[in-house]
């Protein structure tokens, strides 16, 4: 962990903060001292699980904001952030020292219809193994890897990333590695790594660091969303050095311990956080 009061009193922005790798982020950082901006987008039956987490960081004694919002949204960004900035003021000069982009919303479905043999698909009632067409093509790119570039212009052109703020997304093995369904996901965990390197070159003069983090296969709603993820799992189990799956914890541990002022020398670098998984096999 940090040393002690590193972080107190700093503020994190959390883009998808309800549940998984973000929601384990936000009490990680929130047990350091840090205040917590949280965006995440929850229906009537999710709800819930984003009421506990606010709860949980609110029983640290931190500040907390949720907002229920579209992240990939334009409009709703500008109203998350002229919030951000209301707060903020009372911090005489403060910005967001910590940024997680920790969406996971995008289409599943092959991209060739008929599979190998070319026989008719046979798609779910809700159509999520639907062949990938130009639109989920591009909400997927547009939520899990473009939206990361727009809050970072957003929240850089308002001031509110300032010298030694930390931003960090997480991606996946299948920025390079390929799954049955995962094409389009693939796609934007790979464009999500490339927008970091970008954006990492031209804030590093301003001494803001930009990352991407990798988890080894991990048991969140996101994997659980995937067809057939079984598979994907017990392989996980079987590579994995530690022989069990990387938890939301392990993670949230590491991005605490990267959020230390003084880590100051990595960047634009996909770190791998999973116990090994990468290295066999």
């Known amino acids: ?59 640290t004694g931190r500040r907390v904001v949720f907002f229920n919002t579209n992240a990939a949204d334009a409009v709703k960004r500008g109203r998350v952030l002229e919030q951000v900035e209301a707060v903020l003021a009372e911090e005489r000069g403060r910005g967001i020292h910590f940024l997680l982009h920790s969406l996971a919303f995008g289409a599943l479905g092959p991209f060739i219809a008929g599979g190998p043999d070319g026989a008719p698909d046979k798609v779910t009632s809700d159509g999520a193994d639907a062949v990938i067409d130009e639109a989920r093509m591009e909400m997927t790119l547009r939520v ?69 983090l990798r988890p080894g296969v991990t048991n969140t709603p996101a994997l659980r969303a995937i067809p057939g993820h079984e598979p994907y799992v017990a392989e996980a189990l079987k590579r994995n050095p530690y022989a069990r799956l990387t938890t939301p914890e392990d993670v949230a541990n590491v991005l605490v311990a990267l959020a230390a002022p003084d880590v100051t020398w990595i960047n634009g670098a996909v770190i791998p956080v999973d116990g090994g998984e990468i290295i066999v096999g």
């Open 1 to 59: 962990m940090t040393k002690k009061n590193e972080l107190v009193g700093r503020w994190a922005l959390i883009l998808g903060t309800s549940s998984g790798f973000g929601a384990a982020t936000a009490r990680a950082l929130a047990r350091e001292g840090m205040h917590i901006f949280g965006v995440h987008l929850d229906t009537k039956a999710t709800l819930p699980r984003a009421r506990q987490v606010l709860a949980d960081i609110e029983a």
């Open 144 to 212: 899990m890897a473009h939206s990361l570039v727009y809050w970072v212009q957003d929240l850089a052109g308002r001031g509110l990333l300032v010298r030694g703020s930390r931003v960090y997304a997480l991606s996946s093995a299948g920025a390079e590695r390929m799954a049955p369904m995962y094409g389009a996901v693939s796609a934007a965990k790979a464009a999500l790594e490339s927008h970091a390197r970008q954006l990492a070159l031209e804030l590093g003069a301003r001494g803001i660091s930009v990352n991407c």
